[in-house]
């Protein structure tokens, strides 16, 4: 009985050394996979903190435009402006052309009469020398 006993505490001794050695392999996994996820989480951190910056680079640079485009916007006139403007043009436009066709008529008037007095200058004239 003794050979049992002995077999049945060395099997035991056996059960409880894998059992130790598992144990052992088992914190091993743990303690490998706690490095994997904190290394995975500096990197994370760093990937963020890099996009952080990124995003500041970028929003930087759309401020930057934004100011250029006010600038810009600033130079333009505002279409109702623009249209007024264009719309008060035309009509000066208008009036003009209608003083200019006035002035025209005018001037033919003019000249109308200044052939005619002269005629009548000429007739005066050759009848007085010529008689």
């Not at 989480?41 to 929003?59: P, T």
């Not at 916007?73 to 505002?78: E, V």
């Not at 003019?110 to 010529?130: E, M």
């Amino acid at each position: 009985m003794d050979n049992k006993r002995t077999d049945i505490e060395l099997a035991a001794a056996a059960l409880e050394a894998a059992r130790l050695a598992d144990k052992e392999l088992f914190e091993e996994k743990i303690k490998h996979e706690r490095e994997l996820r904190e290394l995975q989480q500096g990197e994370y951190r760093i990937a963020l903190e890099l996009q952080a910056k990124e995003y500041d680079r970028r929003l930087e640079s759309l401020n930057h435009e934004a100011e250029q485009l006010k600038k810009m916007q600033a130079t333009y006139l505002p279409r109702e402006v623009g249209e007024n403007k264009i719309s008060r043009m035309e009509e000066e436009v208008t009036t003009l052309k209608l003083w200019k066709s006035n002035l025209m008529g005018r001037i033919a008037i003019a000249g109308g009469i200044i052939v005619l007095v002269a005629g009548l200058v000429g007739a005066v004239l050759a009848r007085t020398f010529f008689g």
